[in-house]
């Protein structure tokens, strides 16, 4: 088990259990009751995520030392970009994250 004190860093090679989406998003998130923190998540799968933050310390005060974990509450900022309805009466809609990198928008 790794405490909040000791962290392990994934080795290059290691093996993950599903393939890895790297995604390089900021977000604003909560860890437990803590208050919401300026985060970027690096990539994220169906298993687990690795998130960047300025400052290890801020993660304490939503992380639970005693299990290893912590809930995350996770805000991202988007645009809706399209919607398509299906078959069965539900809807898939695409949304744009509010990034600006220089790019021309659409809409």
């Known amino acids: 088990m790794v405490s909040?004190?000791?962290?392990?860093?994934?080795e290059d090679d290691e093996q993950r259990k599903l393939s890895r989406l790297q995604i390089d998003l900021p977000i604003q998130a909560r860890l437990g009751e803590g208050s919401h923190l300026d985060l970027e998540i690096v990539d994220?799968?169906?298993?687990?995520?690795?998130?960047?933050?300025?400052?290890f310390e801020v993660l304490k005060d939503g992380f639970d030392a005693q299990?290893?974990?912590?809930?995350?509450?996770?805000r991202i900022q988007a645009r809706l970009a399209w919607a398509r309805p299906e078959d069965d009466g539900r809807f898939v809609t695409g949304w744009e994250f509010n990034r600006d990198l220089g790019e021309p928008r659409i809409g």
């Open 4 to 10: 909040h004190t000791e962290h392990r860093v994934p």
């Open 44 to 55: 994220i799968s169906g298993s687990g995520m690795q998130i960047r933050s300025d400052d």
């Open 67 to 74: 299990h290893n974990e912590a809930t995350f509450e996770i």
